[in-house]
Every structure is written in structure tokens, then in C-alpha cells.
């Protein structure tokens, strides 16, 4: 078993930064991929950015690359996602998400934060 807290989000202009961090409990953090989603009202949840258990790998939707960076940190069971050049069309709950299956979490995997919402203002 694996819980995930969010925490970072808030209201940000357009073209400010944000660093969300997802904090893990639970054992085998390190053997887990991890990634980030987000879902914006009315629409269904997407996908924003994996890494894998490793840190080797790493993965973004098309929408944020080049402006978003994943990165991990196992020693403190922490997964982050620093966010730059913000657009008011990433408004969005943000969900960390935990795969022990996968090379990167997907809509199914088994374990999710509660959300941490992100507004930008334009």
C-alpha cells in the first residue's frame, strides 16, 4: 500500500512558476514509477508527466514539455513537478499517482493523491 499527499498548488499569473511535491507512505517507494495528472472541470483526467522508479526515464504529455520537469527524490519518498511559463490552460487539480506494474503510472493505476488545485490567472 502506497498514500500520496499533494501539496503546492494556488493561484499563480500567467507565466509564474509553481513546484508541486507528493510526499509518499508506504514501503518500496523507490521501486514505484510515478507520475503526475491533472483534470480540468468538465473534462476527464490526462496525463502530465511520468518518471520511472529510477529517475532514469522520464515522460511528458505533449501540452507541458519544455515548461514542466518531474523529478524524484527516493530518500525522502518525494516526487515533484516544477511547473514554469504557466498558462491559464493548465488550471487544473493536480494528482500524483503510484505504479508498481507499470514503467509509468497510468489512468488505471492503483494509487492516487487527493489533488492539489493550480489556477492561473490570465
Known amino acids: 500500500q502506497v498514500q500520496l499527499v499533494e501539496s503546492g498548488g494556488g493561484l499563480v499569473q500567467a507565466g509564474g512558476s509553481l513546484r508541486l511535491s507528493c510526499v509518499a507512505s508506504?514501503?518500496?517507494?523507490?521501486?514505484?514509477?510515478m507520475g503526475w495528472f491533472r483534470q480540468a472541470p468538465g473534462k476527464e483526467r490526462e496525463f502530465v508527466a511520468g518518471?520511472?522508479?529510477?529517475?532514469?526515464?522520464?515522460y511528458y504529455a505533449d501540452s507541458v514539455k519544455g515548461r514542466f520537469t518531474i523529478s524524484r527524490d527516493n530518500a525522502k519518498n518525494t516526487v515533484y513537478l516544477q511547473m514554469n511559463s504557466l498558462k491559464p490552460d493548465d488550471t487544473a487539480v493536480y494528482y500524483c499517482?503510484?505504479?508498481?506494474?507499470?514503467?509509468?503510472?497510468?489512468?488505471?493505476?492503483?494509487?492516487w493523491g487527493q489533488g492539489t488545485q493550480v489556477t492561473v490567472s490570465s
Open positions: 499517482a503510484a505504479d508498481g506494474r507499470r514503467m509509468i503510472p497510468t489512468t488505471r493505476s492503483d494509487y
Open positions: 508506504g514501503r518500496s517507494f523507490s521501486s514505484y514509477a
Open positions: 518518471i520511472s522508479w529510477s529517475a532514469g526515464s522520464t
